[in-house]
């Protein structure tokens, strides 16, 4: 197997979703010839989302989970946004076996585009208080770069990607560069002021997110136009409102006329030279006939989404790194982690029964983490965000339960209710982790990945300290019957099913330690970078995919000077 | 909380009915005389549109049964049910004829609107009462799923999302504080 001149480029991104996307972009822009693979089908912005603009009497089982879905999709079924609207842009369990040491939720959605189809659209900066948390507190390792470094390409990536929030000054949630921003509606508004009144560690602020609340002219050069609060992202926007590799990146990267495409083709592996001491290309498989084909190029970025990108390095054997590639110190696919979402608190607020709201909002109330971040918590390591919103549910109380007067009531809104959840770091710790099997292979021949990630008593220490503090503060505020639940417990609820993987091929100070310098560059070898969740050290408390894209801009221009100067 | 309560709060977080949250169930005792395949036939989607138009009858929006709701039904009890909740429901049709009969001797579409109402009012009572006595591996009561499933299917329909509540398929813009007065209808979505 052979590459031939016209399979080889300057650069490979594996993985077109969120950080692909950004990698493509990057590079395209800036004259470099690149090769997009991607391992799903091919999805056009708006041509390929049949379901955008259906009502919902126009789905057979009105957006219903079937039998089908769950017994045949069981696993990922599960995840929030799978429905009769968007089961297209998830794969099925049998697309890729895996195998479940301890229960794991891997959700994953194979086209153009990936998972910046479905993902949750929130963008939430880091702070140093999350760059210098493990070494503060002593956990993982120590993060070689700091915010400072960050920063621009936080910038960068936001004005090109359109966020909706406003400049709240907060210092573990620095601002970002926003244009519009959502707003809160009146029991929300009533909470977030009972939350000032009554603390001075915490706020409670409208969520930042990738939806144009108003857009620049920079948006309106990809072709994207306003958010029309639908609240149908996760089908894929007809008005390219909330941002996706498929609205923006990767059109962006096509009109430079340096981007080719490949769809339909798995990366098994990254092709090492042992004499040049760098990698040469990547090894793929054909998914319609199973064909190999090696593709080159002098620079790879690693896209792959997290366990992906783990699975492709620790697949990548050579005479050279016999247990995958630049893995000398057996950490690859050691340390992945997630985010704790266990705790979930509702509650009934009663009153402003003379306000309601207009419109479908893609983001909720946030409050950024203020428990480990100025003082170390006795009873727990790690950050925890939390969300909430309120909404009036249809349906006024009635004492009939059937007829006229119960149909009529069914047709009013109804009192206020809350809603809040956390978003809990989990520390990495060693024993998380993924590994290869040496005897189960999927349906293409590759070797089935392992998942051992669990929870830990920590998770279970968070929650309860969420318990307590979200109820304390909706007590304040008035609500009433406030319920806490453990939404592993009461649904069975596992890691993974947050879709916030992350880890096993982190970045780090010393090679001895860590996989990655903090250029993303594998340390021992240099012309693979890995800029998905994959390379993140520890979690944080924010929603990641933000600092996934920045850190991927930051690297693709580290990568563009190193070529330009015959480094690499 | 317990699971069951759990279930049921998560009714309202996710802003619908919760259809099939009790999957695990499993066991039946009785063999049911039809198979699930019967509900499509035309007479017995009009016997279950009448059942429906009982639990949601026209009022100042079309009923359940102009909805559709009783084709509606048989799609969702094929589809989105186990084995042993269909046969729960296609005995439960029966049932609900033998329940007509013991009461008023007469099959339930020859009653008079008011006696199908004091008759589903009855057995959604018993539905209620079983729903919240069962143990966890007890089957649901079947006019516990027909309820559930004329609400979604009623709801989520063209005729009851634009008349008997508001839908706005495009909104344009998010507004925080938007006035309510009494009366005013919610919104479908």
């Known amino acids: ?568 | 909380m317990n699971r069951r309560d759990a279930i049921a709060r998560v009714a309202w977080v996710m802003g619908g009915t919760v259809i099939g949250a009790n999957l695990f169930l499993t066991g039946c005792t009785r063999k049911a005389t039809k198979n699930v395949e019967s509900l499509f036939e035309p007479d017995i989607i009009d016997f279950l549109g009448d059942v429906a138009d009982t639990i949601l009858p026209p009022t100042s929006s079309p009923g359940a049964k102009e909805a559709g709701v009783g084709g509606f039904i048989p799609v969702m009890v094929r589809d989105c049910y186990p084995p042993e909740d269909q046969k729960v429901f296609v005995e439960g049709l029966g049932k609900l004829e033998d329940a007509a009969k013991a009461k008023f001797h007469r099959a339930f579409r020859k009653l008079e609107a008011d006696e199908r109402t004091e008759l589903l009012t009855e057995i959604d009572k018993e539905a209620r009462e079983h729903q919240q006595n069962k143990k966890k591996a007890d089957l649901n009561h079947y006019f516990f799923m027909l309820k559930q499933i004329t609400l979604l299917g009623y709801f989520t329909s063209e005729l009851g999302a634009t008349r008997a509540l508001r839908y706005v398929p495009v909104p344009g813009k998010y507004i925080g504080d938007y006035p309510y007065k009494k009366g005013d209808k919610a919104w479908a979505i």
């Open chain 1, 1 to 568: 197997m052979e590459a031939i001149q016209e399979n080889t480029y300057d650069v490979i991104v594996v993985g077109s979703g969120i950080s692909g996307g950004w990698a493509a972009k990057e590079f395209t822009e800036k004259g470099f010839k690149t090769l997009l693979i991607e391992r799903g089908r091919m999805v056009e912005h708006i041509k390929d989302y049949p379901t955008a603009s259906k009502h919902p009497w126009e789905f057979e089982h009105r957006n219903r989970k079937t039998m089908r879905d769950k017994t045949e999709n069981r696993l990922i079924s599960r995840h929030y946004a799978y429905n009769e609207s968007t089961r297209h842009f998830y794969i099925n369990d049998d697309d890729q076996e895996f195998i479940q040491e301890k229960p794991f939720y891997w959700i994953r959605g194979y086209q153009l585009g990936g998972k910046s189809l479905l993902w949750a659209r929130q963008t939430q900066r880091w702070s140093d208080f999350e760059f210098e948390a493990p070494k503060k507190y002593g956990y993982g390792t120590d993060w070689p770069i700091r915010y400072a470094e960050l920063a621009p390409w936080y910038s960068h990536v936001e004005r090109f990607v359109g966020i909706a929030g406003n400049r709240d000054g907060i210092p573990n949630l620095p601002d970002s560069e926003v244009v519009g921003s959502f707003e809160m509606n009146r029991v929300e508004r009533a909470i977030a002021d009972s939350i000032d009144a009554n603390y001075t560690d915490r706020k409670a602020i409208i969520g930042r997110c990738a939806n144009l609340a108003e857009l620049a002219e920079i948006q309106r050069e990809q072709g994207r136009n306003k958010c029309m609060a639908r609240s149908l992202c996760s089908r894929g926007c007809p008005f390219g409102a909330y941002f996706s590799s498929n609205s923006s990146t990767i059109p962006h990267a096509r009109k430079t006329g340096n981007l080719t495409i490949v769809t339909d083709t798995i990366v098994e592996s990254v092709e090492y030279d042992e004499t040049n001491k760098r990698a040469t290309g990547v090894r793929t498989i054909s998914t319609h006939d199973k064909s190999g084909k090696i593709y080159r190029a002098k620079v790879i970025f690693l896209n792959a989404a997290t366990l992906n990108t783990n699975l492709i390095l620790m697949n990548s054997r050579s005479e050279r790194f016999p247990n995958g590639l630049g893995n000398d110190n057996g950490l690859l696919g050691r340390f992945v982690t997630f985010h704790n979402y266990r705790g979930q608190i509702t509650a009934d607020f009663p009153g402003y029964e003379d306000s309601y709201y207009y419109g479908r909002r893609p983001t909720q109330v946030f409050m950024p983490a203020f428990k480990n971040i100025h003082h170390p918590e006795p009873r727990f390591m790690g950050s925890y965000m939390i969300a909430f919103s309120a909404s009036r549910k249809r349906g006024q109380g009635t004492e009939e339960t059937l007829g006229a007067a119960f149909k009529d009531a069914l047709t009013l809104p109804g009192s206020w209710k809350v809603s809040m959840m956390m978003q809990g770091e989990v520390i990495p710790i060693h024993e998380n982790h993924v590994r290869l099997s040496k005897d189960k292979q999927d349906k293409y021949g590759l070797p089935q990945l392992i998942t051992s990630i669990g929870y830990t008593e920590n998770d279970v220490a968070m929650m309860e300290d969420f318990w307590a503090e979200g109820t304390a503060m909706l007590e304040k505020a008035g609500a009433k019957n406030i319920q806490t639940t453990d939404r592993h417990e009461a649904f069975g609820r596992q890691p993974g099913l947050e879709v916030h993987d992350v880890g096993g091929v982190r970045m780090g100070r010393d090679p001895d330690t860590s996989l990655l310098n903090a250029h993303n560059q594998l340390h021992l070898c240099k012309n693979v970078f890995v800029t998905d969740g994959a390379c993140m050290s520890s979690v944080g408390n924010q929603n990641p995919s933000l600092t996934f894209m920045a850190l991927t801009a930051r690297a693709a221009n580290y990568a563009m000077e190193q070529l330009k100067e015959g480094v690499l």
